[in-house]
C-alpha cells in the first residue's frame, strides 16, 4: 500500500512532468519569437523552427517518462496552434501593405479553423471519452483516416502537417527576400516557391479535415438536440 501511494500522482507533479515543461517552453519560445517581428524575421522563424522541433520531444518524453496526460495532450495542442497563429500574425506583419488577397484571407481563415476545429475535437473527446483527439470514427472519410494513420506517421498525414507548420514560415521566409532583392539567391527563392506551392497543397488538406471535424461535430450537437426534443414531446 505505501509503494502503491508513493506512485500516486498529484495535480502537481502533472504539471511539471517533464512533456508538460517542454510545452511551456514551447510557449515561452512563441513569445520570445514574437518580440523578433518586424525587424529580426529569420530570428523570429529560427525560433519557431526550434518550438517546432521541441514539439517531437514532448511526445517521446512523455512515452519514455510514462508521463502521459489529458493536461500534457490539451497543453501540446494549444503550443501548435499559438505557435501557427503567431506564424500566420508575422506573414500579415511583414508583408504588409503589400499583402495579397489572398495571404490576408489565410491570415484570418486559417487560424480561426484551427481553434474552432481543436474545440470541437476537445469537446467530442471529453463528452464521448475518446483516449485520444486523433483517433477517428469509423463513419469518417477514407482521406482523413489516412490523414490521421498511425499518428500522422504516413505520407499524406506527412504532407498534412509539414503544410500545417511550414506554410507560414515558408511564406514569411519568402516576404523577407521579397523585401531585400539584393540578398535573395535566384535559385534559392526558386526551391522557396516550389516548396510553398508542396506546403500549400498540405495545408489544403489540413483545412478540408478541419472544416469535416467541425461540421461532424455540429452534426452531432444538433442530432442530439433533435433527440432531446423527441424525448420532450414523448413525456409531454
Known sequence: MAKEAKQLRTKRDIIFYVPNLIGYLRIILCVCASFCLPRYGWSFIALMLISAFTDLLDGIAARKLNQCSRFGELLDIIADIACRTLSWIAVFVLAGERITYLDAVMCIIIPTTEWVSML????????????????????APWLLRKIFENGFKNPI?????????????????????????????????????????????????????????????????????????RRLRRQH
Open 157 to 229: 498525414g506527412c504532407l498534412t502537417i509539414a503544410g500545417l507548420f511550414g506554410l507560414p514560415l515558408a511564406k514569411v521566409a519568402r516576404i523577407i527576400l521579397s523585401n531585400h532583392p539584393s540578398a535573395a539567391v535566384p535559385v534559392f527563392s526558386t526551391l522557396l516557391d516550389f516548396l510553398i506551392i508542396v506546403l500549400f497543397a498540405g495545408r489544403a488538406l489540413g483545412f478540408w479535415a478541419e472544416t469535416w471535424v467541425i461540421g461532424n461535430f455540429l452534426d452531432q450537437v444538433l442530432e442530439e438536440d433533435a433527440k432531446a426534443d
Open 120 to 139: 470541437a475535437t476537445q469537446i467530442e473527446a471529453v463528452h464521448r471519452n475518446k483516449k485520444h483527439w486523433k483517433r477517428t470514427n469509423d463513419n
